[in-house]
């Protein structure tokens, strides 16, 4: 009886002898293991960058926005339509302890998309309108000058703190501090410059204007209700009273705006909520495309089956004899088995060469563009070579039973 080593060594020799025929299946199933792989990293390098993005907002952070079963109304902030079902009383609320024992800081806001202009450019850029907390909430810091303060919400000064990103497209390498830009068609002097948050594809968290919130319901808008806010970021005392905030909140706002939980006019989120919303979007999407990316699998995996299916009705007169010569049907089994295993293993280590290297390109190619690398796991690696070794040894399964079935008399009379 042979040897596993002489059986492999009898196989590699069988599909030498058919090289063409063997590297396009080796293809398919190659192709397949790196589609599978690639979607697979993508997914989870989208879960993790969305993570990212979604923590940079700030810690233990709560979010009040208007309901969306609430009917739009406009308020007149140009680029900016919004339900007007919050206001500076409800974060003057959620503010006071004996309401939210648990909230540290309160910092409601407005926004809009506008122009700007320097003394040597021109941009656009994302003004919000906000308070001195914002900076906690939104675990920010400055990186020269200062913040927004108490003194200019009540002076209703026209004061702006710059992003790192607006700071240069504005002024280039050039202090921003105490210069002037023009918001629209309002002039504000430059006080503070944000330090850098990050960015990534989804958005840039260093390209921003903030303004007082008086400041900004005063001059940037034209909005009947200058009490309006679009949101209210709050931050919890620590992230074990994260759900004792959102209880409290959740329960004041309820009470104030006197409405159930059915029919509240506001919604409230967290970082944990949005984490795992996003996730799970992103995880149904990443297997959908990876159920689709199998595909190619399963027609890699008829292509083993096909040419060991055509290479037993070549080789009808090599097993008639060997079974003369006193081979058994389990040897001949074993000889097909071992043939497409081969086929599915080389399939599969190539296959793992070629997603960690596109992966290597995608992700050196994505980095100045998203902020975001693909990285393949080992055990998405080995998934997949065992996988591909199992696609090789069940498409050969047929094929081999078909070849240990041949009467020896039968195959030898064969042309």
Do not use: C
């Given at each position: 009886?042979m040897?596993l080593?002489?059986?492999?060594r009898t196989?590699?020799a069988?599909l030498g002898a058919?090289?063409?025929?063997?590297?396009?299946?080796?293809l398919?199933?190659?192709i397949?293991?790196?589609?599978?792989?690639l979607?697979?990293?993508?997914?989870?390098s989208a879960?993790?960058?969305?993570?990212?993005?979604i923590?940079s907002?700030?810690s233990n952070l709560?979010i009040v926005?208007?309901?969306n079963s609430?009917s739009?109304?406009?308020t007149?902030?140009r680029g900016?339509?919004?339900t007007?079902?919050?206001?500076?009383?409800?974060?003057?609320m959620?503010?006071?302890?004996?309401v939210?024992?648990?909230i540290?800081?309160?910092?409601p806001?407005?926004?809009s998309s506008e122009s700007?202009?320097s003394s040597q450019?021109?941009w656009?850029?994302t003004v919000?309108?906000t308070t001195?907390?914002?900076?906690?909430?939104?675990?920010r810091?400055?990186?020269?000058g200062?913040f927004?303060?108490?003194?200019?919400?009540?002076?209703?000064?026209?004061v702006?703190?710059?992003?790192?990103?607006?700071?240069?497209e504005?002024?280039?390498?050039?202090s921003p501090?105490?210069?002037?830009v023009?918001v629209g068609?309002?002039?504000?002097?430059?006080v503070g410059?944000?330090?850098s948050?990050g960015?990534s594809g989804?958005?840039n968290q260093?390209?921003?204007?903030i303004v007082?919130s008086?400041?900004?319901?005063a001059?940037?808008t034209?909005?009947g209700?200058?009490n309006?806010v679009q949101?209210i970021?709050?931050?919890?005392?620590?992230?074990n009273?994260?759900?004792?905030a959102?209880?409290?909140v959740n329960q004041?706002?309820?009470t104030?705006?006197?409405?159930?939980?059915s029919?509240?006019d506001?919604?409230?989120?967290t970082?944990a909520?949005l984490v795992?919303?996003m996730?799970?979007?992103t995880g149904i999407?990443?297997?959908v495309?990876?159920?689709?990316?199998a595909?190619s699998?399963l027609v890699?995996?008829?292509?083993?089956?096909n040419?060991?299916?055509?290479?037993?009705s070549?080789?009808v007169?090599e097993?008639?004899?060997?079974?003369?010569?006193g081979?058994?049907p389990?040897?001949i089994?074993l000889?097909?088995?071992?043939e497409?295993?081969?086929?599915?293993?080389t399939?599969?280590?190539?296959g793992i060469?070629?997603?960690?290297g596109?992966?290597?390109?995608l992700?050196?190619?994505?980095?100045?563009?998203l902020s975001?690398?693909i990285?393949v796991?080992?055990t998405?690696a080995?998934g997949?070579l065992?996988?591909?070794l199992?696609?090789?040894?069940?498409?050969?399964v047929y094929p081999?039973?078909?070849?240990?079935?041949l009467?020896p008399?039968?195959a030898l009379?064969?042309?």
């Amino acid at each position: 009886m042979m040897s596993l080593t002489e059986t492999s060594r009898t196989a590699v020799a069988a599909l030498g002898a058919r090289r063409m025929r063997s590297v396009l299946t080796v293809l398919g199933i190659l192709i397949g293991i790196a589609a599978v792989m690639l979607t697979v990293g993508l997914g989870q390098s989208a879960q993790g960058a969305i993570a990212n993005e979604i923590n940079s907002l700030g810690s233990n952070l709560l979010i009040v926005s208007p309901s969306n079963s609430v009917s739009t109304s406009g308020t007149g902030i140009r680029g900016a339509s919004f339900t007007t079902t919050l206001t500076t009383q409800d974060a003057q609320m959620l503010a006071n302890k004996s309401v939210a024992p648990d909230i540290a800081a309160v910092a409601p806001t407005l926004q809009s998309s506008e122009s700007l202009a320097s003394s040597q450019n021109t941009w656009t850029s994302t003004v919000v309108g906000t308070t001195p907390d914002y900076l906690s909430v939104r675990a920010r810091t400055i990186e020269s000058g200062r913040f927004i303060t108490n003194d200019d919400l009540n002076a209703r000064a026209s004061v702006a703190v710059l992003g790192p990103t607006t700071a240069s497209e504005l002024f280039g390498n050039q202090s921003p501090i105490g210069q002037t830009v023009t918001v629209g068609t309002q002039s504000f002097t430059i006080v503070g410059e944000l330090a850098s948050s990050g960015s990534s594809g989804i958005t840039n968290q260093d390209d921003t204007v903030i303004v007082p919130s008086t400041t900004f319901a005063a001059r940037l808008t034209t909005s009947g209700n200058a009490n309006s806010v679009q949101a209210i970021y709050l931050e919890a005392s620590s992230a074990n009273t994260l759900s004792a905030a959102y209880q409290e909140v959740n329960q004041a706002l309820l009470t104030a705006h006197q409405v159930t939980a059915s029919n509240a006019d506001f919604s409230l989120t967290t970082q944990a909520s949005l984490v795992s919303t996003m996730s799970s979007v992103t995880g149904i999407l990443t297997l959908v495309l990876g159920a689709i990316a199998a595909i190619s699998l399963l027609v890699g995996g008829i292509g083993v089956m096909n040419i060991m299916l055509v290479s037993v009705s070549e080789r009808v007169r090599e097993i008639g004899l060997r079974k003369a010569l006193g081979a058994t049907p389990s040897v001949i089994r074993l000889q097909f088995l071992v043939e497409a295993a081969i086929l599915g293993m080389t399939g599969g280590i190539l296959g793992i060469l070629v997603g960690y290297g596109v992966a290597a390109l995608l992700s050196f190619a994505l980095a100045s563009t998203l902020s975001m690398t693909i990285s393949v796991s080992a055990t998405v690696a080995i998934g997949a070579l065992l996988v591909s070794l199992a696609i090789g040894l069940v498409a050969g399964v047929y094929p081999a039973s078909r070849a240990a079935k041949l009467a020896p008399i039968d195959a030898l009379r064969s042309e």
